[in-house]
């Protein structure tokens, strides 16, 4: 079965920054792309971002590109995202998604607040 376990959220002040990390297990993690996504009270969930197998990123909405960054490590089964310049419309449950045979599977989230 797949578990995926979100980390690294909290209370952070406008123009914060934060790193968020996701650890998986019961797949080969390194054969599969992993996807953050958020959603705010009120609000659909929301692709942040996605990395490929191989490392590469895709899919940044334009309301976090420049200040989110999506990395993985294929050893330790992480997948991070590093967020800097935070600001209040940031604020969400941060989840970790993958696809894996057919099925998508999703942990938690992990709780970001931005506010002074």
């Known amino acids: 079965q797949v578990h995926l376990v979100e980390s690294g959220g909290g209370l952070v002040q406008p123009g914060g920054s934060l790193r968020l990390s996701c650890t998986a297990s019961?797949?080969?993690?390194?054969?599969?792309?992993m996807n953050w996504y958020r959603q705010s009270s009120g609000k659909e969930r929301e692709l942040v971002g996605t990395?490929?197998?191989?490392?590469?990123?895709?899919n940044y909405p334009d309301s976090v590109k420049g200040r989110f960054t999506i990395s993985r490590n294929n050893v330790r089964n992480t997948v991070h995202l590093q967020m800097n310049n935070l600001k209040p419309e940031d604020a969400a449950r941060y989840y970790c998604n993958v696809r894996h045979r057919g099925l998508e599977f999703w942990g938690r989230g992990t709780l970001v607040t931005v506010s002074a």
């Open positions: 990395i490929t197998s191989n490392g590469d990123t895709i």
């Open positions: 019961g797949l080969n993690f390194r054969l599969y792309a």
